[in-house]
């Protein structure tokens, strides 16, 4: 018998990046079971390519290899996409304290300003949140040179438009819309392999004694003004049909679904590559154990998945 390795069957698991920030927590490693670097971890970045957080390959053929040179080398693996960089980076995000108050431009403007970087659309999944926790998402200025006011003379709170949130919520951040994430609430985020935020405010916090850099031409220059309806932005997808895979959200940037396992679910792997990750639970995929806290990639040809056990799935794609 002939021992053929095909490599476009293998499921290719992720060791994630960590990053610590001031505003972070040990959640990820009481709660994930991550081996966390420090209890001010704010970030697991669990399938990224980026230089600024490159994950590895943690078992099987490509073992040890950064998912960057993966991509290049492999480009198969991903469906000859042509794309110059891996195009997503999933994170999960603990919030112990209020992130800064943030907007990131789009590619055109990240493109011109960034050095060629990419822009920032993204995504949260509200995974554990407080009973009365709240996210900025948006802001309340008419037109430009009400934003433009507001921010000169530091009236935040009747800039700012804060809303209620629930686990389960699903929304969507495009670029040039204010938000924050506040205290209290852990969120999966799936976002362009981009980098680029600009700090509008940060409740004039210091770090080390001083406050950190704000960026407030740039921001001026990246809000959408007036912002888009808060019902356009947010999707309840905490309780969705089971057993089947739930669309959240198709974009230029990526489609993203949620699946609720609690019996065999199939489908077929018909994108250039599909992102996994076990928010909760386990089971298994086509045979292989999965459990909370696993990112994983299934490769372009992958053909049909088999989902078995008791677990909640964000998959994603270009
Ligand atoms: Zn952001």
């Given at each position: 018998?002939?021992?053929?390795?095909?490599?476009?069957?293998?499921?290719?698991?992720?060791?994630?990046?960590?990053?610590?920030?001031?505003?972070?927590?040990?959640?990820?490693?009481?709660?994930?079971?991550?081996?966390?670097?420090?209890?001010?971890?704010?970030?697991?970045?669990?399938?990224?390519?980026?230089?600024?957080?490159?994950?590895?390959?943690?078992?099987?053929?490509?073992?040890?290899?950064?998912?960057?040179?993966?991509?290049?080398?492999?480009?198969e693996?991903f469906g000859n996409t042509?794309?110059?960089?891996?195009?997503?980076?999933?994170?999960?995000?603990?919030?112990?304290?209020?992130?800064?108050?943030?907007?990131?431009?789009?590619?055109?403007?990240?493109?011109?300003?960034?050095?060629?970087?990419?822009?920032?659309?993204?995504?949260?999944?509200?995974?554990?949140?407080?009973?009365?926790?709240?996210?900025?998402?948006?802001?309340?200025?008419?037109?430009?040179?009400?934003?433009?006011?507001?921010?000169?003379?530091?009236?935040?709170?009747?800039?700012?438009?804060?809303?209620?949130?629930?686990?389960?919520?699903?929304?969507?951040?495009?670029?040039?819309?204010?938000?924050?994430?506040?205290?209290?609430?852990?969120?999966?985020?799936?976002?362009?392999?981009?980098?680029?935020?600009?700090?509008?405010?940060?409740?004039?916090?210091?770090?080390?004694?001083?406050?950190?850099?704000?960026?407030?031409?740039?921001?001026?220059?990246?809000?959408?003004?007036?912002?888009?309806?808060?019902?356009?932005?947010?999707?309840?997808?905490?309780?969705?049909?089971?057993?089947?895979?739930?669309?959240?959200?198709?974009?230029?940037?990526?489609?993203?679904?949620?699946?609720?396992?609690?019996?065999?679910?199939?489908?077929?792997?018909?994108y250039p590559f599909?992102?996994?990750?076990?928010?909760?639970?386990?089971?298994?995929?086509?045979?292989?154990?999965?459990?909370?806290?696993?990112?994983?990639?299934?490769?372009d040809?992958?053909?049909?998945?088999?989902?078995?056990?008791?677990?909640?799935?964000?998959?994603?794609?270009?």
């Amino acid at each position: 018998m002939i021992l053929t390795e095909q490599t476009n069957k293998q499921i290719i698991f992720l060791k994630p990046a960590f990053r610590q920030m001031v505003w972070g927590g040990d959640r990820l490693g009481r709660e994930w079971h991550y081996e966390i670097p420090d209890s001010n971890t704010g970030e697991c970045w669990g399938v990224s390519a980026h230089p600024n957080g490159d994950c590895t390959v943690r078992e099987g053929r490509y073992a040890g290899e950064a998912l960057s040179a993966l991509w290049e080398k492999h480009p198969e693996l991903f469906g000859n996409t042509g794309l110059d960089r891996f195009p997503l980076l999933v994170k999960i995000i603990d919030a112990r304290a209020d992130l800064s108050i943030q907007v990131h431009p789009d590619d055109a403007y990240a493109g011109i300003h960034e050095n060629g970087s990419l822009g920032k659309s993204e995504c949260w999944y509200v995974l554990a949140c407080d009973e009365d926790s709240r996210l900025i998402i948006g802001h309340n200025a008419k037109d430009r040179a009400e934003l433009v006011e507001m921010i000169r003379q530091g009236r935040w709170q009747e800039l700012i438009r804060e809303i209620p949130v629930k686990k389960g919520d699903f929304i969507r951040i495009e670029p040039g819309t204010v938000h924050a994430i506040k205290g209290g609430i852990m969120v999966m985020e799936l976002q362009q392999s981009s980098d680029i935020t600009y700090r509008v405010y940060d409740y004039g916090r210091l770090v080390d004694g001083k406050p950190r850099e704000l960026h407030i031409d740039k921001s001026i220059d990246v809000i959408t003004v007036p912002a888009a309806r808060i019902e356009d932005t947010i999707v309840k997808a905490d309780e969705l049909p089971q057993n089947v895979m739930n669309l959240l959200c198709a974009c230029a940037c990526f489609r993203i679904w949620k699946a609720d396992v609690t019996r065999t679910v199939t489908f077929e792997q018909a994108y250039p590559f599909l992102i996994m990750s076990v928010i909760e639970g386990k089971g298994t995929v086509n045979g292989q154990a999965v459990r909370k806290g696993d990112h994983f990639i299934l490769p372009d040809g992958f053909g049909e998945v088999v989902m078995e056990g008791n677990m909640q799935v964000i998959a994603s794609t270009i």
